[in-house]
């Protein structure tokens, strides 16, 4: 969360504006994402993050300021400005929020509760309406001529609205305003002329407009704190709830018009995941959630970001608070596991209909009160849902009911990719249906190397249907989450115990970051049911600047770029016992005309294979390549892939394994994993978990 700095007070009078000596007044030092908002008699000062309604007082309790309105952020100097009833005239606010009047010359005495600050000049535009008053342009830059003074634009009665706030619009120019009966107002303050451009369907005091760079203006309610959002680009503008904010009766707000409404370095904001159809991204008016005081969240943790996943490419997935303990079968009752850390309101939905929206008929939590720690929510799949993949989305926050759009002050939100199944089918999910395990594979087999275990880490799940005895189908899905490779390596999984004969090869749904594959995953040539989930992993990684691999060294901490998944059908009367426990035969073999070292002069291409410890090879295998380096694979005792010692070169972990630095052996960066491995595994069973580690020499 960012915090906002707190003031001492420093008063300054001047007529010229010129610092005096004592005085240190410091500009803001950036255009600020947060909006400022004022309220009260005695006046407070507020940050509002606009994304989510989230506000927090900044001001300290003995500012003492008394009531202040028309507040404006001048982007020509980086400080706030105010109207003040105090000293009658404007006063500038810096970063410390120390207050400094402005003596003017021209204003007449009177409150001033509309204004802001041009982006194309440096002048302040203030408004009251009546016949007396109506608009005034204050200069503020010390070297225009009118420094200072006052000067009457347009009388209240050429312009005459009733309008409490106005913002100036990012790139034409002209200041905007929503009137109390919804009105939405262009004012154009050079000629003083105003034109009507919408009705935008909301009416009341909006107190608080601002400005984003996108030009969507946000108009904050008095009566009730709710935020809209209106772009001012469409052809006919109207008003989308955006957020729950702060209701006040005296109410007025600022913000830098050049700046994005969530910060892109801090982010303070928890956005969803799913596809943007399902209204996800900030431009679609996505769910978000402040991580506010950090009280309120699903499962162990949560993390800001900038935007949906959907619009980012592909980011940390850090869902982690959502179980689906039952299978989702139409006409069935199912449970799911929700873990909040603090009490608050779970309102979930599920796209039963599979149309890529969340229909108003497919909530399955209103506002329902979870307690702190697992609650079970269990709910009714409608007879008309439709089977096949799908999303879900859970929002727990301390506002009780919610949409699954717009923005709210506190919580989580977070979506899943879930599949409705037909009845009297068992799904089996390996580790879990939205867990991880993680696969290491050190890749200088049959040489030890560097034996650092991340020449490839993938984390991956498994699930299989069945029917009675019958296996239905096979999913695969995963990510390349690091390449501390030079070497170029393929991906595949072995079905051990199928055949390819068994697959409905046809009706393979493959896809890489979401996109569909068109070629077949099923590798030719073979009797064996093999699934290439690539050829050669480096085609959709890149090691990033100043790097020389994917995600193995000290800051190069890249998003993750590739993920994968399968959906593999099988041809009728295939027995599930037909297919070998979980993880079957996850492997990785040497990319097409890539050299392999000294050991195999020529390319050894998919005659080179990896496997976990203790499992044959495939039939593309070649068979001298064992007992080659240090490898001591002795295929009548069924040992395979290891050394004299017993150590792997491949692991299998049950979690998303904090995996060793580029170069750093696995036993100085999990010093129990020798005794581990020596003792065939009968003792420092947890010798893989991160407090086992020695953390400096793992990568985060």
């Not at 982007?75 to 000293?87: E, K, P, Q, S």
């Not at 009457?152 to 929503?178: C, E, K, W």
């Not at 949409?403 to 409705?420: L, M, N, Q, R, T």
């Not at 999990?670 to 595994?681: E, I, L």
Request: with cysteine; aromatic share 12%.
């Amino acid at each position: 969360m960012k915090i906002f700095k707190k003031i001492r007070l420093i008063y300054f009078f001047s007529a010229l504006a010129v610092w005096s000596a004592n005085v240190s007044a410091q500009p803001f030092g950036e255009c600020p994402t947060e909006a400022f908002l004022i309220q009260d008699k005695i006046s407070n000062l507020y940050g509002v993050q606009l994304a989510t309604g989230y506000y927090q007082k900044i001001s300290p309790q003995n500012w003492g300021q008394e009531k202040m309105n028309a507040l404006a952020f001048s982007i020509h100097d980086r400080y706030l400005y105010a109207y003040n009833y105090y000293y009658g005239t404007l006063v500038t606010i810096d970063e410390q929020l120390t207050v400094t009047p402005l003596w003017l010359t021209g204003l007449p005495n009177m409150g001033f509760y509309v204004g802001d600050i041009a982006l194309t000049e440096n002048s302040y535009y203030l408004y009251r309406p009546g016949g007396n008053y109506g608009l005034y342009r204050i200069a503020l830059a010390p070297t225009d001529p009118d420094y200072l003074t006052a000067q009457r634009v347009a009388t209240g009665g050429q312009i005459n609205l009733s309008i409490y706030d106005m913002a100036f619009h990012p790139d034409n120019g002209f200041a905007y305003s929503v009137d109390k009966w919804g009105n939405l107002w262009e004012i154009d303050v050079v000629l003083g002329q105003t034109r009507k451009i919408s009705n935008v369907g909301q009416a009341g005091t909006f107190g608080a407009v601002y400005f984003d760079v996108d030009a969507n203006l946000y108009i904050s309610r008095n009566s009730d704190g709710h935020i809209y959002r209106v772009n001012t680009r469409s052809g006919y503008p109207v008003a989308e709830f955006f957020a729950f904010g702060p209701a006040s009766n005296n109410n007025d707000g600022a913000r830098c018009a050049l700046a994005p409404i969530i910060s892109i370095e801090s982010p303070t904001t928890d956005i969803g995941d799913a596809p943007d159809s399902y209204q996800t991204s900030i431009g679609s008016n996505g769910p978000r959630h402040d991580m506010g005081d950090g009280r309120l969240f699903l499962g162990p943790s949560v993390r800001g970001e900038p935007n949906a996943h959907a619009l980012n490419g592909l980011n940390h997935n850090d869902n982690n608070g959502v179980a689906f303990v039952t299978n989702l079968e139409p006409g069935r009752n199912s449970v799911t596991t929700v873990i909040a850390s603090a009490p608050g309101y779970l309102n979930a939905w599920v796209d039963w209909n599979r149309n890529g929206l969340f229909d108003a008929d497919e909530r399955i939590a209103d506002g329902q009160a979870l307690q702190r720690g697992p609650n079970a929510i269990v709910y009714r799949v409608p007879n008309w849902a439709e089977v096949g993949d799908t999303w879900s989305r859970f929002r727990l926050s301390s506002q009780m009911l919610l949409e699954p759009s717009g923005g709210v002050g506190d919580g989580e939100v977070e979506d899943y990719e879930i599949s409705i199944i037909e009845p009297n089918v068992v799904v089996h999910y390996y580790p879990s249906e939205q867990g991880w395990n993680t696969l290491a594979f050190e890749d200088n087999w049959p040489l030890k190397g560097d034996y650092d275990m991340n020449d490839l880490v993938a984390n991956y799940r498994l699930s299989t249907v069945t029917n009675a005895d019958e296996l239905l189908r096979i999913t695969l899905a995963g990510r390349i989450v690091a390449l501390g490779a030079a070497y170029h390596n393929g991906l595949a999984f072995r079905l051990t115990g199928l055949s390819r004969a068994q697959i409905d090869e046809a009706h393979i749904a493959f896809s890489i970051n979401g996109n569909a594959v068109a070629a077949s995953p099923l590798e030719t040539g073979r009797d064996e049911a093999i699934l290439i989930i690539s050829d050669d992993l480096w085609d959709y990684v890149t090691p990033g600047e100043q790097c020389r691999f994917y995600r193995t060294e000290q800051d190069c901490d890249s998003n993750i770029q590739m993920e994968f998944k399968l959906t593999v059908p099988l041809v009728n009367d295939v027995n599930a016992s037909d297919l070998a426990a979980f993880p079957f035969d996850p492997f990785i073999f040497s990319a097409p005309n890539q050299e392999r070292g000294y050991l195999f002069g020529e390319a050894p291409g998919r005659r080179y294979e990896v496997h976990l410890q203790n499992q044959a090879p495939t039939e593309a295998f070649q068979e001298n390549f064992f007992g080659r380096g240090d490898d001591d694979s002795d295929a009548a005792l069924g040992r395979y892939y290891v050394n004299e010692n017993g150590m792997p070169w491949a692991l299998d972990l049950p979690y998303e394994w904090r995996y060793p630095m580029e170069n750093m052996d696995i036993r100085y960066a999990y010093p129990k994993f020798q005794t581990h491995v020596q003792s065939n595994g009968a003792v420092d069973l947890d010798w893989f978990v991160s407090e086992q580690s020695n953390s400096a020499n793992t990568f985060e």
